[in-house]
């Protein structure tokens, strides 16, 4: 049997399914013209904001539109059946977020869950997505990453993924928006060795698109000069191994540590999780100090 090479279909297809479009995040070019022609001819469009899908379809020269259905992270799980009834009636239904690719930090991932679940076809239009053109422009390794998302804002939940994020020796790739960038990067700071690898990226495909690059430490004092407006991709690099740290070390961060008000316990805790040490160990030299 001959290889059967790929073809482009010009006719849209008809079949009722439930289809998740990249759009741009920034560059109206980067739009393909299979998303344009699904868009074009989808029975009901799905999308996080009317007005801003509006302005898109105005933009790409589709008229008329097709009706509009606002579903986002508020009224997805509530309308999910709905759209899905509508597609196992026979209609086409399209799903857009406002920019990047649906399901990933945007809505989409509940009703292709339930999708699948009532047997309903689901194709991808891949294209644009801000993690994935930020990772392979950050100089950092490329093969295996980890994607985190839009991290917790704050308390026990966020504590604890900047603790994943400061263990794992793969690349992670985060989004932040610029009112908590500074704070974000002062977290990882704290737990993370001061000469962390991290790209920020920032206005991707956009007229002011630009990349950061430095250790966590110069990104700290790069950023107290500039402002920080909008919404950021940030890639960290992996945990390397380090060498043995000392007991004068531990003992200096300690001190340093109490000294800005911090608990013994808190201080304990983020010495050992910033070196990859036993609390055990951190502890007993914070009670030979006292």
Known sequence: MKN?????????????????????????????SRAVREMRNADLLCCEDTRRTGKLLELLEIHPRPDLLLLNEHTEQTRSAEVI???LNGQRVALVSD???PGISDPGEHIVSEAIQQGVVIEV???????????????????????????????KARNDRLGEIA?????????????????T????????????????????????????RGTLCELQETLQSRST???????IGGLQDQKEVGDSQLLSELKELHSQGKSNRDAVNEIAK?????????????IERT
């Open 4 to 32: 059967q090479k790929p073809t482009n279909k010009e006719q849209p297809d008809t079949k009722p399914a439930l289809v998740l479009i990249a759009t741009p995040i920034g560059n109206l070019e980067d739009i393909s």
């Open 85 to 87: 009834k509508k597609i």
């Open 99 to 101: 920019a990047g690719l």
């Open 125 to 155: 239009i891949p294209g644009p997505s801000a993690g994935i053109t930020a990772l392979v422009a950050s100089g950092l390794p490329t093969k295996r990453f980890v994607f985190q998302g839009f991290i917790p804002r704050k308390g």
């Open 167 to 183: 263990a794992e020796r793969k690349t992670t790739i985060i989004y932040e928006s610029g009112n908590r960038l500074q704070k």
């Open 185 to 212: 990067i002062e977290d990882l700071l704290g737990i993370c060795d001061k000469d962390r690898e991290v790209t920020i990226a920032k206005e991707l495909t956009k007229m002011h698109e630009e990349y950061i």
């Open 229 to 235: 407006k909008g919404e950021y991709v940030l890639v």
């Open 274 to 286: 910033k070196y990859n040490v036993s609390k055990r160990r951190v502890y007993g030299l914070s």
